[in-house]
Protein backbone atom coordinates (compact mmCIF):
# COMPACT_ATOMS: atom_id res chain seq x y z
CA UNK A 1 0.00 0.00 0.00
CA UNK A 2 1.10 3.69 -1.01
CA UNK A 3 2.63 5.89 1.59
CA UNK A 4 3.08 9.06 1.84
CA UNK A 5 6.76 8.65 3.34
CA UNK A 6 7.71 7.18 -0.10
CA UNK A 7 6.43 9.89 -2.17
CA UNK A 8 10.44 11.74 -1.38
CA UNK A 9 8.08 14.85 0.07
CA UNK A 10 9.86 16.66 2.55
CA UNK A 11 10.37 16.22 6.62
CA UNK A 12 7.82 19.65 7.54
CA UNK A 13 5.34 18.21 4.56
CA UNK A 14 4.77 14.85 6.15
CA UNK A 15 4.75 15.78 9.64
CA UNK A 16 1.65 18.45 8.51
CA UNK A 17 -0.11 15.60 7.03
CA UNK A 18 0.44 13.26 9.72
CA UNK A 19 -0.73 16.42 12.04
CA UNK A 20 -3.77 16.93 10.17
CA UNK A 21 -4.57 12.64 10.76
CA UNK A 22 -3.85 11.72 6.99
CA UNK A 23 -2.38 8.43 7.20
CA UNK A 24 -2.30 6.90 3.58
CA UNK A 25 -2.83 8.59 0.11
CA UNK A 26 -6.03 8.80 -1.43
CA UNK A 27 -5.60 7.19 -5.07
CA UNK A 28 -5.29 10.57 -7.07
CA UNK A 29 -2.91 11.85 -4.42
CA UNK A 30 -0.88 8.34 -4.80
CA UNK A 31 -0.28 8.77 -8.50
CA UNK A 32 -0.28 12.60 -8.47
CA UNK A 33 2.12 13.57 -6.26
CA UNK A 34 5.22 11.84 -7.33
CA UNK A 35 4.45 13.49 -10.61
CA UNK A 36 4.66 16.91 -9.52
CA UNK A 37 7.37 16.65 -7.76
CA UNK A 38 8.83 15.51 -10.28
CA UNK A 39 7.79 18.74 -12.38
CA UNK A 40 5.84 16.91 -14.83
CA UNK A 41 2.11 18.38 -16.12
CA UNK A 42 -0.83 16.78 -15.02
CA UNK A 43 -4.24 16.38 -16.71
CA UNK A 44 -6.15 14.47 -13.46
CA UNK A 45 -9.16 13.29 -13.75
CA UNK A 46 -11.05 12.55 -10.52
CA UNK A 47 -14.68 13.45 -8.75
CA UNK A 48 -15.36 15.76 -5.91
CA UNK A 49 -14.53 14.46 -2.54
CA UNK A 50 -11.34 12.45 -4.07
CA UNK A 51 -8.61 14.19 -2.16
CA UNK A 52 -6.91 16.39 -5.50
CA UNK A 53 -6.17 19.27 -3.53
CA UNK A 54 -3.73 17.46 -1.36
CA UNK A 55 -2.47 15.66 -4.53
CA UNK A 56 -1.46 19.20 -6.19
CA UNK A 57 -0.90 20.57 -2.87
CA UNK A 58 1.84 19.00 -1.96
CA UNK A 59 4.12 18.81 -3.90
CA UNK A 60 3.76 22.25 -5.32
CA UNK A 61 4.00 23.73 -1.69
CA UNK A 62 7.16 21.44 -1.19
CA UNK A 63 9.33 22.95 -4.40
CA UNK A 64 8.09 26.85 -3.13
CA UNK A 65 10.21 29.07 -1.05
CA UNK A 66 8.73 32.01 0.65
CA UNK A 67 8.59 35.73 -0.86
CA UNK A 68 9.82 35.61 -4.20
CA UNK A 69 6.79 36.78 -5.37
CA UNK A 70 3.27 35.05 -6.41
CA UNK A 71 4.22 31.65 -7.63
CA UNK A 72 1.46 29.83 -7.94
CA UNK A 73 -2.42 30.40 -9.35
CA UNK A 74 -4.81 28.09 -8.91
CA UNK A 75 -8.02 28.94 -10.95
CA UNK A 76 -11.40 27.90 -9.54
CA UNK A 77 -14.93 27.93 -11.18
CA UNK A 78 -16.84 29.52 -8.04
CA UNK A 79 -15.91 31.27 -4.88
CA UNK A 80 -16.92 28.64 -2.72
CA UNK A 81 -14.21 26.57 -4.08
CA UNK A 82 -11.35 28.97 -4.21
CA UNK A 83 -12.44 29.27 -0.44
CA UNK A 84 -12.02 25.45 -0.41
CA UNK A 85 -9.07 25.05 -2.45
CA UNK A 86 -7.19 28.07 -0.65
CA UNK A 87 -7.83 27.17 3.24
CA UNK A 88 -6.33 23.49 2.43
CA UNK A 89 -2.94 25.09 0.57
CA UNK A 90 -3.20 27.25 3.70
CA UNK A 91 -3.21 24.52 6.40
CA UNK A 92 -0.89 22.50 4.66
CA UNK A 93 1.80 25.24 4.20
CA UNK A 94 1.75 26.22 7.43
CA UNK A 95 5.52 24.81 7.78
CA UNK A 96 6.84 27.08 4.88
CA UNK A 97 4.89 30.16 6.22
CA UNK A 98 3.58 31.01 2.52
CA UNK A 99 1.02 33.75 2.20
CA UNK A 100 -2.06 32.60 0.17
CA UNK A 101 -4.84 34.75 -1.22
CA UNK A 102 -8.32 34.05 -2.12
CA UNK A 103 -9.37 36.50 -4.96
CA UNK A 104 -12.90 36.48 -6.40
CA UNK A 105 -15.55 38.75 -6.64
CA UNK A 106 -18.55 40.23 -4.87
CA UNK A 107 -15.82 41.30 -2.55
CA UNK A 108 -14.15 45.08 -2.25
CA UNK A 109 -11.11 44.99 -4.90
CA UNK A 110 -9.11 46.91 -2.58
CA UNK A 111 -8.29 44.58 0.04
CA UNK A 112 -7.39 41.83 -2.66
CA UNK A 113 -4.82 44.57 -4.06
CA UNK A 114 -3.59 45.16 -0.71
CA UNK A 115 -3.23 41.20 -0.31
CA UNK A 116 -1.41 40.43 -3.61
CA UNK A 117 1.63 42.27 -2.44
CA UNK A 118 2.66 39.38 -0.66
CA UNK A 119 1.29 36.83 -1.15
CA UNK A 120 2.94 33.54 -2.64
CA UNK A 121 -0.30 31.65 -3.95
CA UNK A 122 -3.28 32.96 -5.65
CA UNK A 123 -6.44 30.96 -5.47
CA UNK A 124 -9.16 32.38 -7.60
CA UNK A 125 -12.00 32.86 -10.36
CA UNK A 126 -10.86 33.81 -13.90
CA UNK A 127 -13.33 36.91 -13.96
CA UNK A 128 -11.65 38.60 -10.71
CA UNK A 129 -8.39 37.51 -11.91
CA UNK A 130 -8.17 38.97 -15.28
CA UNK A 131 -9.70 42.30 -13.40
CA UNK A 132 -6.74 42.57 -11.43
CA UNK A 133 -4.49 41.57 -14.52
CA UNK A 134 -6.26 44.48 -16.40
CA UNK A 135 -5.60 46.68 -13.70
CA UNK A 136 -2.03 46.16 -13.27
CA UNK A 137 -2.56 45.28 -9.73
CA UNK A 138 -1.90 41.46 -10.23
CA UNK A 139 1.31 40.57 -12.24
CA UNK A 140 2.38 36.74 -12.97
CA UNK A 141 5.89 37.02 -14.44
CA UNK A 142 7.49 35.17 -11.57
CA UNK A 143 4.87 32.14 -11.57
CA UNK A 144 6.52 28.84 -11.68
CA UNK A 145 2.91 26.59 -11.51
CA UNK A 146 -0.45 26.87 -13.07
CA UNK A 147 -3.31 24.80 -11.73
CA UNK A 148 -7.04 24.46 -13.32
CA UNK A 149 -9.27 23.11 -10.73
CA UNK A 150 -12.67 21.73 -12.14
CA UNK A 151 -11.86 22.89 -15.61
CA UNK A 152 -14.90 21.22 -16.99
CA UNK A 153 -16.99 23.14 -14.57
CA UNK A 154 -15.39 26.34 -15.83
CA UNK A 155 -15.34 25.80 -19.56
CA UNK A 156 -19.30 24.86 -19.12
CA UNK A 157 -19.41 27.95 -17.13
CA UNK A 158 -18.49 30.19 -20.16
CA UNK A 159 -15.22 31.11 -18.83
CA UNK A 160 -13.09 29.47 -21.70
CA UNK A 161 -11.64 32.80 -23.03
CA UNK A 162 -10.67 34.25 -19.57
CA UNK A 163 -8.83 31.27 -18.73
CA UNK A 164 -6.83 31.14 -22.21
CA UNK A 165 -6.34 35.38 -21.69
CA UNK A 166 -4.64 34.52 -18.04
CA UNK A 167 -2.94 31.43 -19.45
CA UNK A 168 -1.18 33.91 -22.13
CA UNK A 169 -0.54 36.05 -19.01
CA UNK A 170 1.77 33.24 -17.79
CA UNK A 171 5.24 32.26 -17.69
CA UNK A 172 5.93 30.08 -20.50
CA UNK A 173 8.20 28.39 -18.56
CA UNK A 174 5.80 26.68 -16.25
CA UNK A 175 4.86 23.26 -14.55
CA UNK A 176 0.66 22.79 -15.22
CA UNK A 177 -1.58 20.78 -13.25
CA UNK A 178 -5.23 20.13 -14.53
CA UNK A 179 -7.98 18.40 -12.74
CA UNK A 180 -11.57 18.02 -14.55
CA UNK A 181 -14.25 15.45 -13.67
CA UNK A 182 -14.74 14.65 -17.43
CA UNK A 183 -12.13 15.29 -20.22
CA UNK A 184 -13.98 16.85 -23.06
CA UNK A 185 -12.80 18.16 -26.36
CA UNK A 186 -12.36 21.45 -25.15
CA UNK A 187 -10.41 20.16 -22.29
CA UNK A 188 -8.07 18.51 -25.02
CA UNK A 189 -8.03 21.67 -26.85
CA UNK A 190 -6.77 23.44 -23.64
CA UNK A 191 -4.16 20.62 -22.80
CA UNK A 192 -2.78 20.75 -26.37
CA UNK A 193 -2.10 24.54 -26.70
CA UNK A 194 -0.85 25.05 -23.04
CA UNK A 195 0.90 22.39 -21.28
CA UNK A 196 3.90 19.84 -22.18
CA UNK A 197 3.50 16.30 -22.60
CA UNK A 198 0.89 16.25 -19.40
CA UNK A 199 0.78 12.97 -17.73
CA UNK A 200 -3.19 11.39 -17.64
CA UNK A 201 -3.62 10.44 -14.37
CA UNK A 202 -7.26 8.70 -13.89
CA UNK A 203 -9.05 7.23 -10.82
CA UNK A 204 -12.01 5.31 -10.08
CA UNK A 205 -15.34 6.63 -9.61
CA UNK A 206 -15.77 7.56 -5.47
CA UNK A 207 -19.18 6.31 -5.08
CA UNK A 208 -20.05 2.69 -4.22
CA UNK A 209 -22.92 1.90 -6.51
CA UNK A 210 -23.95 -0.93 -4.13
CA UNK A 211 -24.41 1.51 -1.39
CA UNK A 212 -26.31 4.26 -3.35
CA UNK A 213 -30.34 3.93 -4.18
CA UNK A 214 -31.85 5.38 -6.84
CA UNK A 215 -35.51 6.43 -6.90
CA UNK A 216 -37.67 8.87 -8.95
CA UNK A 217 -41.70 9.58 -8.56
CA UNK A 218 -43.51 10.62 -11.62
CA UNK A 219 -45.31 13.85 -9.97
CA UNK A 220 -47.25 17.12 -11.10
CA UNK A 221 -45.81 20.67 -10.55
CA UNK A 222 -48.44 21.09 -8.59
CA UNK A 223 -47.44 17.98 -5.57
CA UNK A 224 -44.16 18.67 -5.68
CA UNK A 225 -43.49 20.65 -2.42
CA UNK A 226 -45.99 18.75 -0.97
CA UNK A 227 -44.07 15.21 -1.53
CA UNK A 228 -40.40 16.97 -0.87
CA UNK A 229 -41.89 17.97 2.55
CA UNK A 230 -43.93 14.47 3.15
CA UNK A 231 -40.61 12.55 2.60
CA UNK A 232 -38.39 15.13 4.56
CA UNK A 233 -40.53 14.90 7.48
CA UNK A 234 -39.79 11.20 7.07
CA UNK A 235 -35.92 11.67 7.44
CA UNK A 236 -35.47 13.66 10.71
CA UNK A 237 -31.66 12.72 10.84
CA UNK A 238 -30.45 12.83 7.55
CA UNK A 239 -27.81 15.18 5.73
CA UNK A 240 -29.86 16.26 2.92
CA UNK A 241 -29.17 18.61 -0.41
CA UNK A 242 -31.91 19.53 -2.83
CA UNK A 243 -31.14 20.26 -6.07
CA UNK A 244 -32.63 23.01 -7.88
CA UNK A 245 -32.06 24.41 -11.10
CA UNK A 246 -32.63 28.44 -10.45
CA UNK A 247 -32.30 31.05 -8.06
CA UNK A 248 -35.60 31.66 -7.71
CA UNK A 249 -36.51 28.09 -6.93
CA UNK A 250 -34.01 27.82 -4.55
CA UNK A 251 -35.86 30.99 -2.44
CA UNK A 252 -39.54 29.36 -3.04
CA UNK A 253 -38.49 25.59 -1.57
CA UNK A 254 -36.31 27.41 1.53
CA UNK A 255 -39.20 29.78 2.42
CA UNK A 256 -41.65 27.10 1.84
CA UNK A 257 -39.83 24.52 4.12
CA UNK A 258 -39.38 27.45 6.66
CA UNK A 259 -43.39 27.64 6.43
CA UNK A 260 -43.40 24.14 7.30
CA UNK A 261 -41.40 24.13 10.36
CA UNK A 262 -38.22 22.53 8.64
CA UNK A 263 -35.26 24.42 8.79
CA UNK A 264 -32.90 24.34 5.61
CA UNK A 265 -30.30 26.71 4.70
CA UNK A 266 -30.23 28.13 0.80
CA UNK A 267 -27.43 28.88 -1.04
CA UNK A 268 -27.36 30.57 -5.15
CA UNK A 269 -25.25 32.74 -7.24
CA UNK A 270 -27.42 35.51 -6.23
CA UNK A 271 -26.32 35.70 -2.67
CA UNK A 272 -23.99 37.96 -0.46
CA UNK A 273 -20.59 36.04 -0.53
CA UNK A 274 -21.06 36.50 3.07
CA UNK A 275 -24.32 34.76 3.18
CA UNK A 276 -22.62 32.36 1.24
CA UNK A 277 -20.11 31.51 3.39
CA UNK A 278 -22.63 31.40 6.42
CA UNK A 279 -24.38 28.79 4.93
CA UNK A 280 -21.59 26.46 4.25
CA UNK A 281 -20.22 27.02 7.18
CA UNK A 282 -23.51 26.59 9.20
CA UNK A 283 -24.31 23.19 7.31
CA UNK A 284 -20.29 21.79 7.56
CA UNK A 285 -21.13 22.40 11.31
CA UNK A 286 -24.36 20.53 11.07
CA UNK A 287 -26.50 23.89 12.63
CA UNK A 288 -28.97 22.73 9.86
CA UNK A 289 -29.33 19.12 8.20
CA UNK A 290 -30.52 20.66 4.89
CA UNK A 291 -29.44 22.86 2.21
CA UNK A 292 -31.17 23.72 -0.95
CA UNK A 293 -28.67 25.04 -3.70
CA UNK A 294 -28.32 25.46 -7.33
CA UNK A 295 -25.34 23.40 -8.83
CA UNK A 296 -23.01 26.10 -7.58
CA UNK A 297 -22.53 23.27 -4.70
CA UNK A 298 -22.00 20.41 -6.81
CA UNK A 299 -19.18 21.15 -8.06
CA UNK A 300 -15.84 21.20 -6.25
CA UNK A 301 -17.37 21.63 -2.82
CA UNK A 302 -16.00 18.63 -0.30
CA UNK A 303 -19.51 18.26 1.72
CA UNK A 304 -19.46 15.09 4.12
CA UNK A 305 -21.48 12.62 4.54
CA UNK A 306 -24.40 13.19 2.86
CA UNK A 307 -27.04 10.81 3.11
CA UNK A 308 -30.13 12.23 1.03
CA UNK A 309 -29.83 14.35 -2.50
CA UNK A 310 -33.24 15.23 -4.21
CA UNK A 311 -33.25 16.40 -7.35
CA UNK A 312 -36.30 19.21 -6.67
CA UNK A 313 -35.77 19.79 -10.61
CA UNK A 314 -34.43 17.77 -12.59
CA UNK A 315 -30.98 18.39 -14.18
CA UNK A 316 -30.36 19.00 -18.15
CA UNK A 317 -28.17 16.13 -18.57
CA UNK A 318 -27.33 13.19 -17.09
CA UNK A 319 -23.42 14.38 -16.90
CA UNK A 320 -24.99 16.92 -13.81
CA UNK A 321 -27.20 13.89 -12.76
CA UNK A 322 -24.33 11.99 -11.94
CA UNK A 323 -22.21 14.90 -10.35
CA UNK A 324 -25.71 15.64 -8.27
CA UNK A 325 -25.52 12.19 -6.71
CA UNK A 326 -22.05 12.06 -6.48
CA UNK A 327 -22.39 13.68 -3.16
CA UNK A 328 -23.76 10.79 -1.39
CA UNK A 329 -22.48 6.84 -0.82
CA UNK A 330 -19.40 7.43 -0.24
CA UNK A 331 -16.77 5.95 2.00
CA UNK A 332 -18.57 3.28 2.49
CA UNK A 333 -21.95 4.89 3.77
CA UNK A 334 -25.50 4.05 2.09
CA UNK A 335 -27.03 6.87 0.26
CA UNK A 336 -30.15 7.72 -0.91
CA UNK A 337 -30.83 9.62 -4.69
CA UNK A 338 -34.68 10.83 -5.30
CA UNK A 339 -35.48 12.96 -8.23
CA UNK A 340 -38.80 14.30 -8.88
CA UNK A 341 -40.07 14.01 -12.81
CA UNK A 342 -43.09 16.20 -14.06
CA UNK A 343 -44.08 16.93 -17.10
CA UNK A 344 -41.69 19.20 -19.43
CA UNK A 345 -38.78 17.10 -17.83
CA UNK A 346 -39.50 13.42 -19.14
CA UNK A 347 -36.93 14.33 -22.31
CA UNK A 348 -34.07 15.57 -19.52
CA UNK A 349 -34.88 12.03 -17.77
CA UNK A 350 -35.04 9.97 -20.40
CA UNK A 351 -31.19 11.37 -21.40
CA UNK A 352 -30.50 10.54 -17.72
CA UNK A 353 -31.74 7.11 -17.93
CA UNK A 354 -28.68 6.38 -20.86
CA UNK A 355 -25.97 6.75 -18.22
CA UNK A 356 -24.64 3.39 -17.35
CA UNK A 357 -24.44 4.30 -13.63
CA UNK A 358 -27.49 5.11 -13.29
CA UNK A 359 -29.97 2.52 -12.00
CA UNK A 360 -33.29 3.87 -10.61
CA UNK A 361 -36.79 3.00 -9.69
CA UNK A 362 -40.18 4.17 -10.16
CA UNK A 363 -41.41 4.96 -6.41
CA UNK A 364 -45.57 5.47 -6.03
CA UNK A 365 -46.64 8.93 -4.17
CA UNK A 366 -47.53 8.00 -0.78
CA UNK A 367 -51.03 7.89 -0.55
CA UNK A 368 -50.82 9.50 3.40
CA UNK A 369 -49.06 12.78 1.70
CA UNK A 370 -50.90 15.85 2.96
CA UNK A 371 -51.53 18.30 0.19
CA UNK A 372 -49.97 22.11 0.92
CA UNK A 373 -51.09 25.16 -0.18
CA UNK A 374 -47.80 26.30 -0.99
CA UNK A 375 -46.72 25.57 -5.11
CA UNK A 376 -43.11 26.39 -6.52
CA UNK A 377 -43.13 27.78 -9.81
CA UNK A 378 -41.49 25.48 -12.76
CA UNK A 379 -38.87 26.88 -14.61
CA UNK A 380 -39.18 27.67 -17.58
CA UNK A 381 -37.48 26.07 -20.67
CA UNK A 382 -36.06 29.26 -21.42
CA UNK A 383 -34.68 30.28 -18.32
CA UNK A 384 -32.88 26.46 -18.02
CA UNK A 385 -31.23 27.06 -21.32
CA UNK A 386 -28.25 29.09 -18.81
CA UNK A 387 -26.37 27.86 -16.51
CA UNK A 388 -27.48 28.67 -13.39
CA UNK A 389 -26.23 29.34 -9.84
CA UNK A 390 -22.43 29.13 -11.12
CA UNK A 391 -22.53 32.74 -12.50
CA UNK A 392 -21.26 31.17 -15.82
CA UNK A 393 -21.87 32.95 -19.27
CA UNK A 394 -25.10 31.48 -20.62
CA UNK A 395 -25.01 29.72 -23.91
CA UNK A 396 -26.05 32.05 -27.32
CA UNK A 397 -29.16 32.58 -27.93
CA UNK A 398 -30.18 31.49 -23.73
CA UNK A 399 -31.22 33.86 -21.07
CA UNK A 400 -29.37 32.73 -18.15
CA UNK A 401 -30.45 29.92 -15.45
CA UNK A 402 -30.48 32.19 -13.01
CA UNK A 403 -34.18 33.59 -12.24
CA UNK A 404 -32.05 36.84 -10.05
CA UNK A 405 -31.36 37.90 -13.48
CA UNK A 406 -33.79 40.57 -14.76
CA UNK A 407 -35.18 41.80 -17.77
CA UNK A 408 -34.05 44.64 -20.03
CA UNK A 409 -33.54 47.66 -18.19
CA UNK A 410 -32.17 46.43 -14.98
CA UNK A 411 -28.83 47.74 -14.02
CA UNK A 412 -26.03 46.39 -16.09
CA UNK A 413 -23.86 44.80 -12.93
CA UNK A 414 -26.85 42.10 -12.21
CA UNK A 415 -26.11 40.65 -15.59
CA UNK A 416 -21.97 40.03 -14.16
CA UNK A 417 -20.78 36.72 -12.90
CA UNK A 418 -21.13 36.77 -8.82
CA UNK A 419 -18.66 34.64 -8.87
CA UNK A 420 -16.05 35.99 -10.42
CA UNK A 421 -16.54 35.57 -14.19
CA UNK A 422 -18.56 37.68 -16.90
CA UNK A 423 -21.94 36.89 -18.33
CA UNK A 424 -22.19 39.07 -21.14
CA UNK A 425 -19.45 40.42 -22.89
CA UNK A 426 -21.64 43.82 -24.21
CA UNK A 427 -21.23 44.91 -21.16
CA UNK A 428 -19.02 47.52 -20.26
CA UNK A 429 -15.30 46.55 -18.21
CA UNK A 430 -16.21 49.09 -15.50
CA UNK A 431 -19.83 47.39 -14.62
CA UNK A 432 -18.00 43.93 -14.78
CA UNK A 433 -15.65 45.23 -11.80
CA UNK A 434 -18.27 46.52 -9.66
CA UNK A 435 -18.65 42.32 -9.08
Not at 219 to 247: A, D, I, P, W, Y
Amino acid sequence: MMNFKLMQLSEGMLRTISNAGFTTPSEIQGKTIPLVLAGKDVIGSSATGSGKTLAFGAGLIDRMKKGLGIQTLVLTPTRELAEQVAQTLRRFSTYKGLNVKEIYGGVAMGPQKHGLRNADVIVGTPGRILDHLERRTLRLSQLKYLVLDEADRMLDMGFIRDVEKIIKECPTERQTLLFSATISEEIGHIAKKYMKNPVHVSVKDQIDPSQLYQKYYDVSQELKFSLLVHLLKLEKNGVVMVFCNTRRNVDQVTSGLYQCGIDALAIHGGLSQSKRNYTLQAFHSRKSLILVCTDVAARGLDIKDVSHVYNFNLPNTGNDYIHRIGRTARAGKNGIAISFVSSGEHSEFRSICKEKSVNIESTLIPGNMKILPIEISAPSKRRMGGRSGGGGRPRRGHNSGNSGFRPRGDRPRERFDRGGGRTNMKYSRRSRRRN
